[in-house]
C-alpha cells in the first residue's frame, strides 16, 4: 500500500482530517528514464534483424540505382580517378549480387570468428567449465565491486579482440547470477565495455599498428610537417582513458543500468539454457575442484606451447622482420588460439567428470553450440550482402568524404574543429560500423586539413578514436549485436534491438562526454598522447 495512504489512515485514526494526494509514479519519472524507455519502445517495433536487413539492403539499392542515374562519383583520396555510385537495379548491380553473394557471405569476417568460437564456448559451457571457473574466481570478488571487476576483465580481454565480445558478456552474466545480482546487467553491461574498449585498451595491439599505417598513408601530402605516427602515440592517452572507462563502465552497470533492469523486473527470473539459481550460487565440489586443477595444467600446456613457437627468433609466427607488429602470423592467429585455450582445457574438465566420454561427447556439445547459434547464420547471409553492396555502391565513400568536406567548409582552426570532427566521427561510426575502414575513408581528407592549421596527425587519430568507439554500442549495423540479442533473449525472450540501443545510450553518453573531457585536458596542458607525438606542429 502507497505510503501516503498509510500516512492519511494513520492521522486520520487522531481524529484529524488531512487531504492528500498521491503523485503517480510515473508523473515522477526523471526526464531520461522515460526517454529510454521511448527509444526502446521505438527500437522494439523494428522488424526483426533478418527483415531490418533485408529492408537496408533493398533501401540501398533503391537509393545506389537513383544516385546512379545522375552520374555522382566521389574522388577519393588517394585515387586516381573518381569512384562512381553504381546502382543495384542496373545490369551492372544485379550481375554483381548473383555473382558475388554466395563470396559476400562466406567472406563475412564475422561468421568464422562467430562459429569458430562457438564451438569451443558450447563445449566450456556445457561440461560446466565456465560456471565452476566463475564460481571459483571471479565469483569471489565482492558483491558490490562486481560491476567494477567486470568493467576490467571486459577492457582487458580486448587483447583478444573480436573474440572478447563473444566471451565475456556470457560469463559476466554468470558472474551476476552467481552473485545474486541481475544477470542482464552483467551481459550488457560488459559488451557495452568491451566494444568500447576496442580504442582505448592500455595493451599495444594490432589495431594500434593498423590505424597508424592508415594515418601515416594519409599523411603522406603533409609528410615534412608533421610527426610519423607510430602504435604507441596514443599509448598516454588510452592508459587514462581505460582508467575512466573501468570506473565510469562500472558505475554506470551499478547506477543506472541494474537499477532499471531490477526496476522493469528484467532478468530476475531463470534463465533458459542456463543452470538453476540453485546451482550457480552452490560452492564448487571436491571433484569440480580437482578438474579445474587438471584443466589449469592443460591450459599452461597449451600456453608454452605458444610460447615455444613465438619466442625464438627464428619463430614462424614472427613476420619477415623478425617482430609481431604491425603484421604477423601470431597476430592472424589470434582467433585460433583463443579456441584452442577454450577447448583442451574444456575437454579436459569434461573428461575428469566423466562428461565427456569420447570424441563424439564433443561433437555433440559442438553441435548444440552451432543450433544455437542458427539464427545469427540466417541473419549473417542479408547482413553481409547489405555491407558489401554499401561498400560496392560507392554510397560509404561517398557520405564518408562529403561529409568530412562539410566539416572542412566550416573552417574551424581552433579546438572547436576538433570537437565537430568527433561528432562527424560518431555519427559516421553509425553507418560505417568497422573503425579501420572509417579511417581509411576519412584520414585522407582530415589528417592533411589538420594539420595545415597546425595539428599533429597522431593527435587527430586520437580524436577519432574517441568518436569512433564512444559509439560503437549504439549502431545497429555491428554484427555482434545479433549475438548478445540472442544472449539477452535467454534472460528476456521479448527483447529486440530497441532493447540494446537503448540501454547502451548511457553507456555511450557518458563514454563521449568523458573522453571528451580527458582529450579536451590534454590538448590544453599540451600534453602529447603517447610516446614521441605533440599536440601541435611545432
Not at 540479442?485 to 563521449?512: C, H, N, Q
Amino acid at each position: 500500500m502507497p505510503l501516503a495512504e498509510d500516512a492519511l489512515r494513520a492521522r486520520a485514526g487522531r481524529g484529524k482530517i488531512v487531504t492528500a494526494v498521491q503523485t503517480p509514479p510515473e508523473a515522477r519519472r526523471r526526464f531520461g528514464a522515460r526517454m529510454i524507455d521511448a527509444i526502446e519502445r521505438v527500437g522494439n517495433k523494428l522488424p526483426e534483424p533478418f527483415a531490418l536487413f533485408l529492408y537496408l539492403l533493398l533501401a540501398v539499392g533503391v537509393v545506389s540505382t537513383v544516385v546512379s542515374w545522375f552520374g555522382v562519383s566521389t574522388q577519393v583520396p588517394g585515387s586516381e580517378e573518381p569512384a562512381p555510385v553504381r546502382g543495384l537495379f542496373t545490369g551492372e548491380g544485379i550481375a554483381w549480387l548473383m555473382t558475388t553473394a554466395v563470396d559476400n557471405f562466406i567472406s563475412f569476417p564475422p561468421l568464422g570468428v562467430v562459429v569458430t568460437l562457438l564451438l569451443a564456448v558450447g563445449v566450456a559451457e556445457r561440461t560446466g567449465l565456465l560456471l565452476t571457473l566463475v564460481k571459483s574466481t571471479l565469483g569471489r570478488a565482492p558483491r558490490w565491486a562486481l560491476p567494477y571487476v567486470i568493467a576490467l576483465v571486459a577492457l582487458c580481454a580486448h587483447i583478444m579482440s573480436d573474440a572478447s565480445i563473444l566471451v565475456i558478456p556470457p560469463i559476466a552474466a554468470l558472474v551476476f547470477k552467481a552473485a545474486g545480482r541481475n544477470p542482464v546487467a552483467g551481459l550488457l553491461g560488459s559488451y557495452a565495455i568491451g566494444i568500447a574498449a576496442f580504442s582505448c585498451t592500455p595493451f599495444i595491439t594490432s589495431t594500434d599498428a593498423l590505424l597508424a599505417g592508415i594515418s601515416n598513408a594519409a599523411a603522406a601530402p603533409v609528410a615534412g610537417t608533421v610527426l610519423p605516427v607510430t602504435a604507441v602515440s596514443n599509448l598516454a592517452l588510452n592508459m587514462v582513458l581505460s582508467v575512466v572507462l573501468t570506473v565510469a563502465g562500472g558505475l554506470v552497470i551499478d547506477k543506472l543500468l541494474e537499477p532499471r533492469l531490477n526496476r522493469m523486473g528484467i532478468g530476475t527470473g531463470k534463465a533458459a539454457g542456463h543452470d538453476s539459481d540453485a546451482a550457480a550460487s552452490a560452492a564448487v565440489t571436491a571433484q569440480e575442484r580437482s578438474a579445474l586443477r587438471w584443466a589449469g595444467l592443460a591450459l599452461l600446456i597449451v600456453a608454452a606451447g605458444v610460447l615455444a613457437l613465438t619466442l625464438p627468433e627464428s619463430s614462424p609466427l614472427r613476420n619477415e622482420e623478425g617482430s609481431f607488429l604491425p603484421k604477423s602470423p601470431l597476430l592472424s592467429s589470434v582467433i585460433f588460439l583463443v579456441f584452442i585455450v577454450l577447448i583442451v582445457p574444456s575437454i579436459v574438465y569434461g573428461a575428469r567428470l566423466r562428461k565427456i566420454t569420447g570424441v563424439q561427447s564433443v561433437v555433440d556439445m559442438m553441435g548444440q553450440a552451432v543450433k544455437d547459434a542458427v539464427s545469427f547464420i540466417v541473419v549473417a547471409f542479408v547482413l553481409a550482402q547489405f555491407l558489401a553492396l554499401f561498400t560496392w555502391s560507392g554510397l560509404a565513400s561517398w557520405i564518408a568524404v562529403n561529409g568530412a568536406q562539410g566539416l572542412k567548409d566550416v573552417n574551424f582552426t581552433g579546438f572547436g574543429a576538433v570537437i565537430a570532427f568527433i561528432v562527424v566521427v560518431s555519427l559516421l561510426n553509425l553507418l560505417i560500423a568497422s573503425g579501420s575502414s572509417l579511417w581509411t575513408l576519412i584520414a585522407a581528407v582530415f589528417i592533411p586539413m589538420f594539420a595545415l592549421i597546425g595539428y599533429e596527425a597522431g593527435f587527430i587519430q586520437a580524436a577519432f578514436r574517441v568518436g569512433d568507439s564512444a559509439t560503437q554500442a549504439l549502431t545497429p549495423l555491428n554484427p555482434y549485436l545479433v549475438i548478445i540479442l540472442g544472449f539477452l533473449r535467454k534472460y528476456e525472450p521479448d527483447a529486440g534491438i530497441g532493447s540494446i540501443i537503448a540501454r547502451m545510450l548511457p553507456f555511450t553518453i557518458v563514454f563521449w562526454i568523458l573522453w571528451v573531457l580527458v582529450l579536451s585536458i590534454f590538448f590544453f596542458t599540451g600534453t602529447g598522447t603517447g610516446p614521441g607525438m605533440d599536440i601541435l606542429v611545432r
